[in-house]
């Protein structure tokens, strides 16, 4: 009995067996199955009825305007065999009673038909004898027209033809014309007639008044009840339109697809639906050519009527209003009702509940209610899923955030000792604020420590310790073998992370007497590329305290140091090459002046300009000069100020330049002044030093070369001997020159004399007098 009664509970049963019981309701609703077949089936016969009524009226307007231009050739057979129009063309001065009575036999043809409006009658050279017209106005007789159409005749007659039909464009109207030899008996072309087809002809055609479409029960829709337009083309690259006005818009979109034109010319006459765009869309079109009656082999117009099928939904849907449409959409209505309250109670609010108990988990709210867990449907497991996936989710979100403070931790103290390496110039500095940063941000850490490898890489020197420990290890200087059985010589002769997890297990573990409460000990190696420069040491007092997280940031942290130590190492060395060359060119600039005045044969280089007040100011120009700063003296009794300037010249003081200024004129500007006048004494001084050496040495390389020019040719020696002698003496002009050669035996070697000069036993000398 229980079993029957949760079988008949709609919350216990399947997702699947509810859908099908509301979607095999709905199909059992047989007004609505019957309504969307009547309204397919209504649609279709509507459509093909539409079809078959489009093909009927437009093949009937198609053959109407091709017979009524047939008629058109046939009234102007009969005419141009008239003896009067043969007279007037024949004659070669024709009377003017003949152009009357052929105007008269024109305008009576005009009056007993409408098929035509215009009649005109052109000689063999193309000019007008008679003309007749229905039109109101005068006659048309522009040469050019009468040009025009009799070119086109003289065409047809070359292709054996003595009819011809022309359409063209004359001043925004579209004209119809066609043109028929006059011949004489003998068969002789005389003149051509012309006529203008009477347009309102196709407009007549080119509105489908007849266009009906039947609807079940026998009922049918008038055609102003139903959209539609039709138009006339012609063939070419420039086409004639012909249309009425109120439907020029319309056409112009219809072309400029030009589907059923296309179809048209090529020959694929019939009814088809096809697309225009998006206005007006799709549409039903009926297509078809109209052969030139002179020429049937030649397409004279493409007749095409276009009716847009958007226009027909209201028309189709006509009979299937009334009583019957109500009734179906209240039935429809009343069912939908059920399904939806049914689908509401059973799925929509338990699966509402579940959101929104979804939505509290991720604000962390954690005691939002859920549909029952003891539902025995879909909805029941997943409402016990979600119970126990909040359950871990829960315990995940409080394991993460534990995890993330230990990584913000960690972060911390990278950046901390990211900055120590990189604002730090002193290695000792550094290294000493680098340990003292790890035993601050790692709880587990009680004692950390740096080593470095020596210069010949034998032995790995503590360098930075923490601790009274670490200060006992530092005064003892100790230092561990790179290799040897121990966590820092492992790690700086391995080159790898020594980690010992338990140093009571560690073989390679060496106590420290210092740090007795060690339960585990990590070095890392501090490299530089691939050589190693130290090692980074850490301890704690737990066992095995160092997870994988830790040991990576750890890693990191040593290789930051490894990179603040080079740096800090290379800083240093920048530092002194800097100084020494900065030395290096002082004594340069010392020694290149020393040099100069020497070669001046004077003590000192001095210059005076201005009043001489006769004031002693050595005392003020040696104070300058050792002090390297501006001095300031005592006013005299002149009125004036001295001041003496250090002349430097890359830091190195060359003398001093002094100065009597107006007490009163006397300011910081003038001082300023002062000192970057000197400064640019400076560089002018030794600029023009180093132009007097630079002309010096281009005179000596000359002389040089002037006395190597003389000594080549010579081939004897005493000649190039002599040639020396007095060359020599000329460019030193030395009063006496002396060249001596000494010959030395097998055994005999040269001895040094006091200026570095070998002697040996004179053989033959050559002297020289100036």
Same mark, same amino acid.
């Given at each position: $009995?229980?079993?029957?009664?949760? *079988?008949?509970?709609?919350?216990?049963?399947?997702?699947?067996?509810?859908?099908?019981?509301?979607?095999?309701?709905?199909?059992?609703?047989?007004?609505?199955?019957?309504?969307?077949?009547?309204?397919?089936?209504?649609?279709?016969?509507?459509?093909?009825?539409?079809?078959?009524?489009?093909?009927?009226?437009?093949?009937? %307007?198609?053959?109407?305007?091709?017979?009524? $231009?047939?008629?058109?050739?046939?009234? $102007?057979?009969?005419?141009?065999?008239?003896?009067?129009?043969?007279?007037?063309?024949?004659?070669?001065?024709? $009377?003017?009673?003949?152009?009357?009575?052929? !105007?008269?036999?024109?305008?009576? *043809?005009?009056?007993?038909?409408?098929?035509?409006?215009?009649?005109?009658?052109?000689?063999?050279?193309?000019?007008?004898?008679?003309?007749?017209?229905?039109?109101?106005?005068?006659?048309?007789?522009?040469?050019?027209?009468?040009?025009?159409?009799?070119?086109?005749?003289?065409?047809?007659?070359?292709?054996?033809?003595?009819?011809?039909?022309?359409?063209?464009?004359?001043?925004?109207?579209?004209?119809?014309?066609?043109?028929?030899?006059?011949?004489?008996?003998?068969?002789?072309?005389? &003149?051509?007639?012309?006529?203008?087809?009477?347009?309102?002809?196709?407009?007549?055609?080119?509105?489908?008044?007849?266009?009906?479409?039947?609807?079940?029960?026998?009922?049918?829709?008038? !055609?102003?009840?139903?959209?539609?337009?039709? #138009?006339?083309? *012609?063939?070419?690259?420039?086409?004639?339109?012909?249309?009425?006005?109120?439907?020029?818009?319309?056409?112009?979109?219809?072309?400029?697809?030009?589907?059923?034109?296309?179809?048209?010319?090529?020959?694929?006459?019939?009814?088809?639906? #096809?697309?225009?765009?998006?206005?007006?869309?799709?549409?039903?079109?009926?297509?078809?050519?109209?052969?030139?009656?002179?020429?049937?082999?030649?397409?004279?117009?493409?007749?095409?009527?276009?009716?847009?099928?958007?226009?027909?939904?209201?028309?189709?849907?006509?009979?299937?209003?009334?009583?019957?449409?109500?009734?179906? &959409?209240?039935?429809?209505?009343?069912?939908?009702?059920?399904?939806?309250?049914?689908?509401?109670?059973?799925?929509?609010?338990?699966?509402?509940?579940?959101?929104?108990?979804?939505?509290?988990?991720?604000?962390?709210?954690?005691? %939002?209610?859920?549909?029952?867990?003891?539902?025995?449907?879909?909805?029941?497991?997943?409402?016990?899923?979600?119970?126990?996936?909040?359950?871990?989710?829960?315990?995940?979100?409080?394991?993460?955030?534990?995890?993330?403070?230990?990584?913000?931790?960690?972060?911390?103290?990278?950046?901390?000792?990211?900055?120590?390496?990189?604002?730090?110039?002193?290695?000792?500095?550094?290294?000493?604020?680098?340990?003292?940063?790890?035993?601050?941000?790692?709880?587990?850490?009680?004692?950390?420590?740096?080593?470095?490898?020596?210069?010949?890489?034998?032995?790995?020197?503590?360098?930075?310790?923490?601790?009274?420990?670490?200060?006992?290890?530092?005064?003892?200087? %100790?230092?561990?073998?790179?290799?040897?059985?121990?966590?820092?010589?492992?790690?700086?002769?391995?080159?790898?992370?020594?980690?010992?997890?338990?140093?009571?297990?560690?073989?390679?573990?060496?106590?420290?007497?210092?740090?007795?409460?060690?339960?585990?000990?990590?070095?890392?190696?501090?490299?530089?590329?691939?050589?190693?420069? &130290?090692?980074?040491?850490?301890?704690?007092?737990?066992?095995?305290?160092?997870?994988?997280?830790?040991?990576?940031?750890?890693?990191?942290?040593?290789?930051?140091?490894?990179? &603040?130590?080079?740096?800090?190492?290379? #800083?240093?060395?920048?530092?002194?090459?800097?100084?020494?060359?900065?030395?290096?060119?002082?004594?340069?600039?010392?020694?290149?002046?020393?040099?100069?005045?020497?070669?001046?044969?004077?003590?000192?280089?001095?210059?005076?300009?201005?009043?001489?007040?006769?004031?002693?100011?050595?005392?003020?120009?040696?104070? !300058?000069?050792?002090?390297?700063?501006?001095?300031?003296?005592?006013?005299?009794? %002149?009125?004036?100020?001295?001041?003496?300037?250090?002349?430097?010249?890359?830091?190195?003081?060359?003398?001093?330049?002094?100065?009597?200024?107006?007490?009163?004129?006397?300011?910081?500007?003038?001082?300023?002044?002062?000192?970057?006048?000197?400064?640019?004494?400076?560089?002018?001084?030794?600029?023009?030093?180093?132009?007097?050496?630079?002309?010096?040495?281009?005179?000596?390389?000359?002389?040089?070369?002037?006395?190597?020019?003389?000594?080549?040719?010579?081939?004897?020696?005493?000649?190039?001997?002599?040639?020396?002698?007095?060359?020599?003496?000329?460019?030193?002009?030395?009063?006496?020159?002396?060249?001596?050669?000494?010959?030395?035996?097998?055994?005999?070697?040269?001895? !040094?004399?006091?200026?570095?000069?070998?002697?040996?036993?004179?053989?033959?000398?050559?002297?020289?007098?100036?």
């Amino acid at each position: $009995m229980n079993a029957i009664v949760r *079988t008949l509970q709609l919350s216990d049963w399947p997702l699947a067996a509810k859908f099908t019981a509301a979607f095999v309701t709905a199909l059992l609703i047989p007004t609505l199955v019957i309504g969307v077949i009547s309204q397919n089936l209504f649609q279709t016969a509507g459509v093909e009825a539409l079809r078959a009524d489009l093909n009927q009226d437009g093949s009937y %307007h198609a053959e109407n305007i091709q017979k009524e $231009m047939t008629q058109v050739l046939g009234t $102007m057979s009969q005419l141009a065999g008239q003896d009067a129009l043969v007279t007037l063309l024949r004659a070669d001065s024709p $009377m003017a009673d003949d152009v009357t009575q052929a !105007a008269s036999l024109m305008q009576g *043809t005009l009056t007993v038909t409408d098929l035509m409006v215009r009649l005109r009658l052109i000689d063999t050279s193309g000019n007008l004898e008679a003309s007749a017209s229905d039109i109101d106005g005068p006659v048309q007789n522009v040469s050019a027209n009468n040009r025009l159409l009799f070119d086109q005749a003289e065409n047809a007659l070359v292709q054996g033809r003595f009819q011809s039909a022309l359409v063209y464009d004359d001043s925004g109207t579209t004209l119809v014309e066609f043109s028929y030899a006059v011949r004489d008996t003998q068969g002789n072309v005389l &003149g051509f007639l012309v006529a203008t087809f009477n347009n309102a002809l196709l407009l007549d055609n080119l509105v489908a008044d007849n266009l009906t479409i039947l609807r079940p029960e026998g009922r049918s829709v008038s !055609a102003s009840q139903i959209p539609y337009y039709s #138009y006339l083309i *012609t063939p070419g690259d420039r086409p004639i339109r012909f249309n009425r006005v109120e439907f020029s818009q319309v056409v112009e979109r219809s072309l400029s697809y030009r589907t059923a034109v296309d179809r048209a010319f090529g020959e694929q006459n019939g009814v088809s639906q #096809y697309t225009l765009g998006t206005d007006p869309g799709e549409v039903m079109g009926f297509y078809t050519t109209i052969p030139d009656p002179t020429n049937q082999a030649q397409a004279l117009f493409a007749y095409v009527v276009e009716v847009p099928l958007s226009g027909l939904s209201a028309p189709l849907l006509g009979g299937f209003g009334g009583p019957r449409l109500f009734v179906l &959409g209240l039935g429809l209505l009343s069912i939908v009702g059920v399904l939806v309250a049914f689908f509401h109670q059973s799925i929509t609010r338990p699966l509402t509940t579940l959101r929104q108990a979804v939505q509290g988990a991720a604000h962390g709210n954690y005691e %939002h209610s859920v549909p029952s867990a003891q539902r025995a449907d879909e909805i029941g497991e997943l409402s016990a899923a979600f119970v126990d996936m909040r359950a871990q989710m829960q315990t995940l979100i409080g394991d993460l955030e534990a995890r993330i403070a230990a990584r913000a931790r960690d972060i911390s103290a990278t950046q901390d000792v990211s900055r120590v390496a990189a604002t730090q110039r002193n290695l000792q500095n550094l290294l000493d604020q680098v340990v003292e940063l790890v035993v601050e941000k790692f709880p587990s850490i009680y004692h950390a420590q740096v080593f470095l490898v020596d210069v010949d890489g034998r032995r790995a020197t503590l360098r930075a310790s923490t601790g009274q420990a670490g200060q006992l290890l530092l005064l003892r200087g %100790h230092a561990l073998t790179v290799g040897s059985v121990s966590v820092i010589g492992q790690a700086t002769g391995q080159g790898e992370r020594i980690l010992v997890r338990n140093t009571a297990a560690s073989p390679i573990h060496s106590p420290n007497e210092f740090l007795p409460e060690t339960r585990a000990e990590m070095a890392i190696p501090l490299r530089i590329g691939s050589r190693v420069i &130290g090692a980074l040491d850490v301890q704690s007092k737990q066992v095995n305290p160092f997870d994988e997280d830790e040991i990576s940031i750890l890693q990191t942290l040593a290789d930051q140091v490894a990179v &603040g130590i080079e740096n800090a190492r290379l #800083y240093q060395e920048s530092t002194q090459r800097v100084t020494e060359i900065d030395r290096a060119n002082r004594q340069a600039t010392v020694r290149a002046w020393q040099e100069f005045i020497y070669g001046q044969r004077q003590q000192e280089l001095s210059s005076q300009s201005g009043r001489i007040t006769g004031e002693d100011l050595s005392g003020l120009r040696r104070r !300058a000069v050792e002090e390297s700063r501006i001095v300031i003296g005592e006013p005299t009794s %002149h009125g004036t100020t001295p001041i003496a300037v250090p002349i430097q010249l890359r830091g190195q003081i060359l003398g001093a330049v002094e100065w009597e200024i107006p007490s009163g004129e006397l300011n910081e500007n003038k001082l300023q002044l002062a000192q970057e006048l000197a400064g640019r004494l400076a560089v002018s001084l030794d600029n023009a030093r180093l132009i007097q050496e630079s002309r010096r040495n281009a005179e000596r390389e000359r002389v040089v070369n002037a006395i190597s020019a003389k000594l080549t040719p010579q081939t004897e020696i005493s000649e190039i001997l002599q040639t020396a002698v007095r060359e020599v003496g000329q460019a030193l002009r030395a009063p006496q020159v002396s060249i001596r050669l000494h010959r030395l035996t097998p055994d005999e070697k040269p001895a !040094a004399s006091s200026n570095g000069s070998a002697k040996t036993i004179p053989s033959k000398s050559l002297q020289g007098q100036e």
